[in-house]
């Protein structure tokens, strides 16, 4: 579903919903991820840069993260 709210210009929603998923996990690293592109596509690019460093943090080898950022 968050995906869908992503490609149905519900971007917003998007980043409430990771945020509830981050809330009930926060070792998620691809929530982090996903909040970031989230971010990033409502133009929160220092937003996006820490949750891209977030989910770098806690999975060092996700090389689209670091991509990303």
Same mark, same amino acid.
Request: with cysteine.
């Given at each position: 579903?968050? @995906? /869908?709210?992503? $490609?149905?210009?519900? =971007? ?5 919903d990771?945020?509830? /998923? @981050? =809330?009930? *996990?926060? &070792?998620?690293?691809?929530? %982090? %991820? *996903? ?5 990033? *596509?409502? $133009? &929160? *690019?220092? $937003? ?7 989910? @770098?943090?806690?999975?060092? &080898?996700?090389? @689209? ?5």
């Amino acid at each position: 579903m968050l @995906i /869908a709210q992503m $490609g149905c210009s519900h =971007k917003q929603g998007a980043v409430a919903d990771y945020n509830q /998923a @981050i =809330k009930l *996990n926060p &070792d998620d690293a691809n929530a %982090y %991820y *996903n909040r970031g592109v989230a971010k990033y *596509n409502l $133009g &929160d *690019n220092q $937003g996006a840069i820490a949750d891209y460093n977030q989910a @770098i943090k806690l999975k060092p &080898d996700d090389a @689209i993260a670091y991509y990303n950022r």
